[in-house]
């Protein structure tokens, strides 16, 4: 009866690891679908592109049990980047990375590009949304077109 409960139990365990493999295989791949279709992998096998108007554009999908991962666009010459997060759930999560003068500057920002409490107080960080506004538009503007994130 010992042995019979074992295998149970082990059973069990294994068809939970089944369930949640399935469910992460097929949440991820259904919601990355359409921003790895607008950017095929590459010849080294990432979604990975630089357009002719110098924006690099990437999608990184979620690692193996991840439900996390992330669209990029920046601006090299610029070092300027926005990255968003899509949520399992709906909707997304903003990042602004900046470079400037040796420095630099992670702002979360949320769909209308304003600083997030968690960086609110921050001084610098309103500073620097406000003073690379326009940049920080065009980013976002560039993320819109290329995955239609509205």
Same mark, same amino acid.
Do not use: C
């Given at each position: 009866?010992?042995? =019979?409960?074992?295998?149970?139990? =082990?059973? *069990? &365990?294994?068809? &939970?690891?089944?369930?949640? /493999?399935?469910?992460?295989?097929?949440? !991820? !791949? &259904?919601?990355?679908?359409?921003?790895?279709?607008?950017?095929?992998?590459?010849?080294?096998?990432?979604?990975?592109? #630089?357009?002719?108007? @110098?924006?690099?554009?990437?999608? %990184? %999908?979620?690692?193996?049990?991840?439900?996390? @991962?992330?669209?990029?666009?920046?601006?090299?010459?610029?070092?300027?980047?926005? *990255?968003?997060?899509?949520?399992? !759930?709906? @909707?997304?999560?903003?990042?602004?990375?900046?470079? %400037?003068? @040796?420095?630099?500057? #992670? &702002?979360?920002?949320? #769909?209308?590009?304003?600083?997030?409490? %968690?960086?609110?107080? /921050?001084?610098?960080?309103?500073?620097?949304?406000?003073?690379?506004?326009?940049?920080?538009?065009?980013?976002?503007?560039?993320?819109?077109?290329?995955?239609?994130?509205?």
């Amino acid at each position: 009866m010992k042995k =019979f409960k074992k295998r149970y139990f =082990f059973l *069990i &365990i294994v068809l &939970i690891f089944g369930i949640w /493999n399935l469910s992460w295989y097929a949440i !991820t !791949t &259904i919601k990355y679908n359409k921003y790895v279709e607008a950017i095929p992998k590459n010849k080294w096998g990432l979604h990975f592109i #630089e357009k002719d108007d @110098g924006y690099i554009y990437s999608v %990184k %999908k979620p690692d193996y049990l991840s439900f996390t @991962g992330n669209l990029a666009v920046a601006n090299n010459d610029k070092q300027e980047m926005l *990255i968003v997060w899509p949520l399992i !759930t709906g @909707g997304y999560e903003y990042g602004f990375r900046l470079q %400037k003068d @040796g420095l630099a500057y #992670e &702002i979360y920002v949320d #769909e209308n590009l304003k600083p997030v409490s %968690k960086d609110a107080t /921050n001084k610098v960080s309103i500073q620097k949304v406000e003073e690379y506004k326009d940049e920080l538009e065009a980013l976002r503007s560039k993320a819109d077109k290329m995955w239609d994130l509205n």
